[in-house]
């Protein structure tokens, strides 16, 4: 993978899942709802200045968020914040690179 490139689409694991799983406050936040099914599906990442994942999120009843995840390298803390989102998404919306 190139830096800054964005890697395939790859089954979730769970570390994915802990890091979907700290940023969903920020998430219900934004919404102004709450999620009580947040199972991530797949992931693609990107490095930069640290990491952004690229995450598929089941919501449940057929519904998926796709969130974009911002860890910072070690010397910066590793600081770990959601750093945006799109929701209206299905099971077959590919994961792709949104700001």
Do not use: W
């Not at 979907?20 to 709450?34: F, M, T």
Request: neutral net charge; charged residues 20%.
């Amino acid at each position: 993978m190139m830096p800054g490139g964005l890697t395939a689409a790859k089954p979730a694991t769970p570390e994915i899942q802990q890091l979907a799983e700290k940023v969903k406050p920020q998430l219900e936040a934004r919404e102004n709802k709450s999620y009580p099914v947040f199972t991530a599906t797949e992931y693609r990442s990107q490095v930069v200045a640290g990491t952004n994942y690229f995450i598929k999120m089941d919501v449940g009843h057929g519904e998926y968020v796709h969130i974009r995840v911002f860890q910072a390298l070690p010397c910066n803390n590793g600081d770990i914040s959601l750093t945006g989102y799109q929701t209206g998404k299905t099971a077959s919306d590919p994961l792709s690179y949104f700001g």
